[in-house]
């Protein structure tokens, strides 16, 4: 994203102009959907592993591992954020989305043989996982590219939180669909073996349908860019890609909001992929471990929405903000970890206990993730958005494969998975508290432009 974008004459007014509106539609809609349905397919098996034991005769280990494809499909994390930085948007996200297609389609064939279907669909959860690099990392450079600066936040959060509602539907749409298996005998004859397999190829032919119907109409209506840049920071000369990985390394302030980022989000993503394996020991229902998933990330959207426009208002308080949702998610965890050890601590184990502190902790979690995104970019501008979140993104990636390669092989007992949410809350407000915040492209857009 250099100064190629139009002449020195025209380049001066442009600044001042708002993006058409059509194309920001056009383009948000277009990376939006992908990151949707990325996160839909994604976390398709978590909330109906039960169903999906009985029907294809996954195991533990085979639950685990197919949310674990997610962060291994961010192996080739820098080869993405590469081409989004040399190629620009529309090309990594058809790229992206012909990815999907063919992971999606993988789940879908009609295969007799039982042990080949399964590898099949690990194959397509593989694929899609590949998609993730630029579904989590293209909402700053989308909202750079496409918006002012007194929209940009809010921009950010929208098109970051869409991934995260894509797993809260899958959430919703997977127990709906699917029946569970109540370990009565007449559901665990043969006949409703077929019908539970039956209702789960259907959301398989679905959500391939759906991931079709998004890269038709990026490949038909995606734009590249827009007319005019729509501020001084979108016009502006980045740095290189070789050079823009010397600076993030060398950063130290940047390295240390980056582990506030990857621990806390790595180990919540990890640990919200496999909700219901993990309340299944505790007797919590699918539907209720699904309706518990949904409104957790539904409701940090909506909050993360807030805080963003709140950004937007009145700017120079993303850290503030940080520490108000990093302490709340703190508390949160620890009432959660808590209440599962009610053998030991005596607190009530209630519906309404696992509901609540559920659903704040998702809420807490999942709206900082636009803060945080919007201060990488403020932190080590000018090093392109694409580059910089896409490192973070690694990170937590990385924990969360981490975390879930250890529950491949601890699967039976949960308590250390959860005390692991707590624990890495805890320690990224301790990193955000030694956080000094600066807001370099905010000065240029704001300062210079005057």
Not at 79 to 100: H, I, N, P
Not at 135 to 159: H, K, Q, Y
């Amino acid at each position: 994203m250099g100064l190629g974008w139009s002449s020195a004459e025209e380049r001066r007014p442009s600044c001042r102009r708002r993006s058409s509106s059509r194309g920001r539609s056009r383009g948000a809609a277009g990376a939006g959907g992908a990151a949707a349905t990325a996160g839909l397919v994604w976390n398709t098996w978590g909330p109906i592993q039960n169903s999906a034991r009985l029907a294809f005769g996954f195991s533990g280990w085979d639950i685990a591992l197919l949310v674990f494809w997610g962060p291994i499909g961010f192996a080739p994390c820098f080869f993405f954020m590469w081409l989004m930085d040399k190629k620009g948007l529309r090309v990594t996200v058809l790229l992206t989305s012909s990815l999907m297609v063919l992971g999606a389609g993988l789940r879908c064939v009609p295969v007799s043989d039982i042990e080949i279907r399964k590898k099949l669909i690990h194959g397509g959860q593989l694929l899609n996982g590949l998609a993730g690099p630029t579904v989590m990392n293209a909402a700053p450079f989308l909202s750079t590219t496409w918006f002012s600066p007194d929209e940009r936040a809010t921009a950010t959060a929208i098109a970051s939180l869409l991934n995260y509602l894509g797993c809260a539907a899958a959430f919703l749409v997977g127990p709906l669909v699917v029946p569970p298996p109540n370990g009565t005998a007449l559901l665990m004859a043969q006949s409703n073996t077929q019908h539970i397999k039956d209702r789960i190829e259907a959301v398989l032919y679905a959500e391939f349908g759906m991931v079709s119907l998004i890269f038709s109409a990026a490949l038909a209506y995606f734009p590249s860019r827009p007319p005019f840049p729509p501020s001084v920071a979108a016009a502006s000369q980045r740095l290189s890609y070789r050079r823009s990985f010397c600076r993030l390394l060398s950063n130290f302030r940047f390295l240390m909001i980056a582990l506030a980022y990857a621990i806390p989000l790595g180990v919540f993503s990890g640990w919200s992929g496999v909700l219901d394996l993990i309340l299944t020991p505790i007797h919590v229902s699918q539907v209720d471990a699904g309706w518990i998933g949904f409104w957790s990330i539904v409701g940090g959207c909506v909050v993360g929405i807030a805080m963003a426009r709140f950004a937007d208002f009145i700017r120079g308080m993303l850290k503030f903000i940080l520490l108000l949702l990093l302490s709340g998610a703190t508390l949160a965890s620890t009432w959660f970890t808590l209440t599962c050890l009610t053998t030991v601590t005596h607190l009530p184990l209630t519906t309404a206990t696992l509901y609540t502190s559920c659903i704040l902790l998702g809420i807490f979690l999942n709206s900082s993730v636009p803060i945080f995104f919007e201060l990488f970019v403020e932190t080590v501008y000018p090093v392109p958005e694409g580059i910089s979140c896409g490192v973070v993104t690694f990170l937590s990636n990385v924990f969360m494969g981490v975390l879930l390669f250890f529950l491949t092989f601890y699967h039976t007992e949960f308590s250390w998975f959860n005390w692991c949410l707590p624990g890495s809350c805890l320690l990224s407000l301790l990193l955000i508290l030694c956080f000094r915040e600066s807001y370099d492209r905010l000065y240029l857009d704001v300062v210079v432009s005057v």
